[in-house]
């Protein structure tokens, strides 16, 4: 992104570039994305999710987005770039939400572990210890078993059992998998979307 400098066009060239693109011409969606695209990053994206590998993923999808409905757009005097902001910035929210998710899983899964443990483990009568240890073997159950399902990528597989079973932080993780950080938060974020897919497909609910 720091390399790919603005390049300005008229609201006349513009417009005719809608149109193109409203025809059916996906050439003119390049122009569109010189013009644009370092202003929604700046000003709508990265502010709201300063990741940097998410941010440029959120812009190349706002595009996407608007060629898929660019056919329901009308010229606007102002021109386009306020209704690139509204996508951009409901995709931001997106990502947001799925990260919180995300967080909330990792969390609320530790969070159960170590609940079920000190149940188990502090004299609590004999009923409720097996109640605690049932619950902690299902939970570990559902999750190798979505990992071993073969519905998951090997990095995807292999990036929830660092952070999930062998619980390393995330400067560890990446250097495991051979990547920065922010690529890692990509693809912790990536995986666990699946990783909610594949589990609600089989259990029919997500923790």
């Not at 999710?49 to 009308?74: C, D, H, M, S």
């Not at 995330?170 to 950080?181: F, L, N, Y």
Request: glycine share 4%; net charge positive.
């Amino acid at each position: 992104m720091a390399d790919d400098k603005a390049r300005p066009i008229s609201l006349q060239e513009e417009r005719r570039l809608v149109e193109r693109l409203q025809q059916g011409d996906s050439s003119a969606l390049a122009p569109l994305w010189h013009a644009h695209a370092r202003t929604l990053y700046s000003t709508t994206i990265y502010p709201r999710l300063p990741v940097a590998e998410l941010a440029e993923e959120v812009l190349q999808n706002t595009f996407l987005k608007a060629y898929e409905r660019i056919g329901k757009y009308t010229w606007q005097e102002r021109g386009i770039l306020p209704w690139l902001k509204t996508i951009a910035r409901n995709m931001t929210m997106d990502v947001h939400r799925r990260h919180q998710r995300t967080e909330h899983f990792c969390q609320g899964y530790g969070q159960h572990m170590e609940t079920a443990q000190e149940a188990q483990n502090h004299g609590q009568r004999p009923d409720a210890q097996l109640d605690a240890r049932q619950e902690r073997v299902l939970a570990k159950e559902r999750v190798a078993a979505v990992l071993a399902s073969g519905k998951l990528n090997e990095r995807y597989r292999r990036v929830i059992e660092l952070r999930l079973f062998e619980e390393l932080d995330r400067d560890a993780c990446a250097q495991i998998m051979d990547v920065k950080v922010g690529t890692l938060d990509v693809l912790f974020h990536r995986a666990l979307k699946r990783f909610e897919n594949v589990y609600r497909q089989l259990y029919g609910t997500w923790p």
